[in-house]
T-cell receptor
Framework: AQTVTQSQPEMSVQEAETVTLSCTYD???????LFWYKQPPSRQMILVIR??????QNATENRFSVNFQKAAKSFSLKISDSQLGDTAMYFC????????????FGKGTKLSVIP | GAGVSQSPRYKVAKRGQDVALRCDPISGHVSLFWYQQALGQGPEFLTY????????KSGLPSDRFFAERPEGSVSTLKIQRTQQEDSAVYLCASSPAASGHIVGYTFGSGTRLTVV
């Protein structure tokens, strides 16, 4: 079974600064997908960024980028130029597709952006 | 509709009561998922539908939980004889394709169930 670990329950960052959220996972699969989701107080999970394991290039979406280290099974999220609207819970998630349809989520990191 | 709609947004149930939670996915979306999110935790998979077929129900915690999607659109998650440990946010997500992990999922805002 796959597991996803987020070791930082809470983090804070000054507005306009950069912050990195950590995520590690455990799997025996060779091909899989990794995601970062944002959950604001409205509770709706919003996809931030997606990485396919067979792609070596790190995914980037505007101010959001990942550092994907396949051998280390690490998938960190970097948020540049942090904005107040980035305040939310952030969840790392894993999908293997090997006979399963489910996303496996970590426990989340609560990010607070301080003005 | 424009997004995934879930109702009610909040539900308080007395222990032992039956509840039904509704999910209206985006029109035409093939895949539909239910997740359970306990306080301070990440979402945990409950069940998956592809159109009207329930292809995976391995995450349902007990036989008190039942989900259906009879016409391949609206889905209902029913919990019988609710217990305090059922208190959680129930999230629904849909995707236009069976390979939702590629094209992406759209989540609803969930139903917060409190069992007292």
């Amino acid at each position: 079974a796959q597991t996803v670990t987020q070791s930082q329950p809470e983090m804070s960052v000054q507005e306009a600064e950069t912050v990195t959220l950590s995520c590690t996972y455990d799997t025996s699969e060779s091909n899989y997908y990794l995601f970062w989701y944002k959950q604001p107080p409205s509770r709706q999970m919003i996809l931030v960024i997606r990485q396919e394991a067979y792609k070596q290039q790190n995914a980037t979406e505007n101010r959001f980028s990942v550092n994907f280290q396949k051998a280390a099974k690490s998938f960190s999220l970097k948020i540049s130029d942090s904005q107040l609207g980035d305040t939310a819970m952030y969840f790392c998630a894993f999908f293997s597709g090997a006979g399963s349809y489910q996303l496996t989520f970590g426990k989340g990191t609560k990010l607070s952006v301080i003005p | 509709g424009a997004g995934v709609s879930q109702s009610p947004r909040y539900k308080v149930a007395k222990r032992g009561q039956d509840v039904a939670l509704r999910c209206d996915p985006i029109s035409g979306h093939v895949s539909l998922f239910w997740y359970q999110q306990a306080l301070g935790q990440g979402p945990e998979f409950l069940t998956y539908f592809q159109n009207e077929a329930q292809l995976d129900k391995s995450g349902l915690p007990s036989d008190r939980f039942f989900a259906e999607r009879p016409e391949g659109s609206v889905s209902t998650l029913k919990i019988q004889r609710t217990q305090q440990e059922d208190s959680a946010v129930y999230l629904c997500a849909s995707s236009p394709a069976a390979s939702g992990h590629i094209v992406g999922y759209t989540f609803g805002s969930g139903t917060r169930l409190t069992v007292v």
